[in-house]
């Protein structure tokens, strides 16, 4: 039986899985590794003015809960951060409210979206029922974003 390695995140009461493959690191947000950037024009509202400080890099920080038009954090240095590789080589941390773990989900478990909501969310690509009966949406992290919105990513 086939089967997907996913990092399990949550945003408010919704679970959301990304593939491992895409996740580099998960750790915790903390005032220490916030770094405020100057002003440069107006950002997008889903990106951060701060960046994380992670090894020797600065990531952009994306609150995921608005790139995918929830709600928006209330701090995010208590949050947790997923440190994802978007593609074109460009990685930032994905400012979510919990990580809960690893999850192994069998290939034949998953629903793919029907065709009209999979137009509208692209970067969600199917669903499983979790451990605990709720409904975990997959997300590409690849498909977060467009190559021109990497951009920002790269000069903020």
């Known amino acids: 039986m086939d089967s997907v390695q996913t990092v399990i995140v949550k945003l408010g009461q919704q679970s959301f899985a990304m593939l491992l493959s895409q996740v580099e690191n998960v750790i915790a947000s903390s005032s220490e590794r916030l770094e405020q950037q100057p002003p440069r024009g107006t950002l997008p509202l889903w990106l951060s003015p701060h960046r994380l400080h992670y090894h020797s890099d600065h990531l952009p920080i994306v609150e995921l809960s608005r790139r995918l038009g929830m709600t928006m954090m209330e701090k995010v240095d208590s949050c947790e951060m997923v440190i994802v590789r978007v593609g074109g080589g460009v990685r930032c941390a994905l400012a979510v409210d919990q990580a809960q773990g690893i999850s192994t989900t069998a290939l034949d478990g998953i629903t793919p979206l029907p065709r009209w909501l999979n137009r509208e969310a692209a970067t969600v690509w199917g669903s499983y029922i979790g451990g605990a009966g709720d409904i975990v949406l997959l997300l590409d992290c690849e498909a977060l ?12």
């Open 145 to 156: 974003f467009t190559p021109a919105e990497r951009t920002w990513l790269t000069m903020s």
